[in-house]
Structures are given as structure tokens and as C-alpha cells.
């Protein structure tokens, strides 16, 4: 199930400080063909998903180490330290990390590529590791090995790993040059033999990340409706986004 060479090509760092630089907003880093106010729909379902799965973990955040990757408008940043963890952020774009570094001076910043073979904070370890709707953007095989070798570099047995993906999926699925969507069993392949076990999927996305062929508008008046509909939904559709979750065990 690799991606063919000739595919891979990609600016991951340029593509992302234009983007950011052009809107350091929810849209900048969420789903560019959707309004902001239908953006902020997709992200409260990210924040549902986030707490429902730390609450079933038990035992709270507080004074665990989280690295979040790909911190982008610092969303994520935000959620954890609200709930005590010890945060500290990477990203690629200069733009993320001198915003992120003013709005949140009790965490920490790196600037970081974690697609490159040394993408990794030396000596570093942390409880949880979060990247959610980052992965699937590394759309190079051997960067996305190497992402997986930084992860485990910086974890140890019982860290935690969030990532999104269209798990679900029996194939690749490349719908833009900065996109490839890989299924559960490309990460069982990579994350396996690093000390990692599937803990399980949770589905994030069945009718709010759908394109629907009516005008924008009432795309965003409906948003709530869907938002509903995925707060109650517990099938893990096969061609949409959905939160894995897996633990270094060795």
C-alpha cells in the first residue's frame, strides 16, 4: 500500500506559513472549503471527542507532560491546559510558534518538523502525544516512517498517542496534493514494531466533514444539525476522519 515516488512531492512548511500567514484562524488551519463559522463547528466536535476520550482514561491531566504536534492556531494547546497538562507545542510554521509563544507563556514552543528524520525534542518524553489532522498531510512514506520514529522517540511505556486518519479506510486515498489518508493497518504496520498497541477508534466525522452541493450558506445554517447528528453517531464511517488511539507498551 505505498504511495508511488512520483506522488510525494510536497512543501509541507511553505504550504503552511502561506496559509497561516494569509489566516492564523480556525479556517487557516481547518477546512479551507468551509466557512470559519462552519469551522468552529468541526472543531467543537474535536474538543467533544478530546474530552470524552481523556475522561475514559480516568485519572486527569494534572502535571502530565503533553506534547501536542502541529499546535497551528493553538486549539489544542488551549484544551490541555485547561485541563492541567504540561504543554509543549510544535510546529513547522514560524508564523504558529511566535503567535503561540506570546498567547500562551505557560507552555512551551519548538520550531519542528516532525516529518524530518531528527523531528524530535532530544531527550525528551511525554505522557500524551497528540496530532490531530496532521499526519495525514505528511503525504511522503518514508516521512511518514520517520514521523512515526520521532514519536516513539519521545515516548515511553504508557504514552499515549492520538491521531486522526480515515482509519476505517481498506486504501490510501489522496484527494489533494497535501493530503494522503492512510488506513489503520498502515499504522499498525509502522507503530507495531516501535512498542505500540491499538487501544482503539473513535469516530470524530460521519456528516459534518461531508460536501454538500448546495450553497455555502445554508451548508452553515445546517451546521448544528450535524454537529448533532456526529455527537450522537457511533459508527466509524469508512470514508471519513475518525481518532485512533494507541499506547507504547515496550
Not at 503552511?16 to 472543531?43: E, P
Not at 510546529?91 to 518538523?113: K, N, T
Request: net charge positive; with cysteine.
Amino acid at each position: 500500500m505505498s504511495i508511488h515516488p512520483e506522488q510525494t512531492s510536497f512543501d509541507a512548511e511553505n504550504y503552511w506559513n502561506r496559509r497561516l500567514d494569509d489566516q492564523f484562524t480556525l479556517r487557516g488551519v481547518g477546512h479551507v472549503q468551509f466557512s470559519h463559522a462552519y469551522n468552529r463547528w468541526l472543531y467543537a466536535r474535536k474538543r467533544d471527542v478530546l474530552q470524552d476520550t481523556l475522561r475514559g482514561w480516568g485519572g486527569g491531566l494534572a502535571g502530565k507532560a503533553v506534547l501536542d504536534i502541529g499546535s497551528g492556531t493553538g486549539f489544542f494547546v488551549e484544551r490541555y491546559l485547561a485541563m492541567g497538562g504540561r504543554v509543549t507545542g510544535v510546529d513547522l510554521s514560524r508564523r504558529s510558534i511566535a503567535e503561540l509563544s506570546g498567547r500562551f507563556p505557560q507552555a512551551e514552543f519548538h520550531l519542528l518538523d516532525i516529518g524530518e528524520a531528527d523531528g524530535r525534542l532530544a531527550g525528551r518524553q511525554f505522557d500524551i502525544i497528540n496530532m490531530w489532522d496532521v499526519m495525514y498531510h505528511i503525504v511522503s512514506e518514508e516521512r511518514f516512517q520517520d514521523a512515526c520514529r520521532n514519536i516513539a522517540a519521545m515516548s515511553r511505556p504508557g504514552t499515549r498517542f492520538l491521531v486522526t486518519d480515515l482509519m476505517a479506510s481498506e486504501r490510501y486515498v489522496r484527494p489533494a496534493p497535501h493530503v494522503v489518508f492512510r488506513n489503520r493497518a498502515a499504522y499498525q504496520e509502522a507503530l507495531a514494531p516501535l512498542g505500540f498497541v491499538h487501544l482503539g477508534t473513535r469516530p470524530l466525522y460521519r456528516f459534518l466533514n461531508r460536501h454538500y452541493r448546495w450553497p455555502r450558506v445554508m451548508t452553515d445554517m445546517l451546521a448544528p444539525l450535524w454537529y448533532g447528528m456526529d455527537s450522537l453517531n457511533r459508527r466509524i464511517a469508512p470514508d471519513n476522519i475518525c481518532l485512533s488511539l494507541w499506547e507504547r507498551q515496550t
